[in-house]
Nanobody, 123 residues
């Protein structure tokens, strides 16, 4: 199977910056889309940003101009640079990726989630 591990969360004051990373490991054949989602207490999980294997990106309106998603295909790693953070950005951030992996002679699809990393923005 494919495992995703996030890192880089933490506590930051309003206006500050954080960089999240998500490393994918396992018998990966290919990764298609990757994305960052977040879930605040009492709210549903929402898409923050996504990126295709070709580098096309889309962002939630609430983070446009402040967050930048990128990926290193050689390292199977996803990043999220978050600038000008606001208290309303406080949430658990999750990484998601889909693609194909190798198991025996088969290459089934995978759609995996990381365990989440907490981001807290507060003065």
């Amino acid at each position: 199977q494919v495992r995703l591990v996030e890192s880089g969360g933490g506590f930051v004051q309003p206006g500050g910056s954080l960089r999240l990373s998500c490393a994918a490991s396992g018998s990966i054949i290919s990764i298609n889309a990757m994305g960052w989602y977040r879930q605040a207490p009492g709210k549903e999980r929402e898409l923050v940003a996504a990126i295709t294997s070709g580098g096309s990106t889309n962002y939630a309106d609430s983070v446009k101009g402040r967050f930048t998603i990128s990926r290193d295909n050689a390292k199977n790693t996803l990043y999220l640079q978050m600038n000008s953070l606001r208290p309303e950005d406080t949430a658990v951030y999750y990484c998601n990726a889909n693609g194909r992996y190798l198991t025996g002679t088969y290459t089934p699809r995978f759609d995996s989630w990381g365990q989440g990393t907490q981001v807290t923005v507060s003065s």
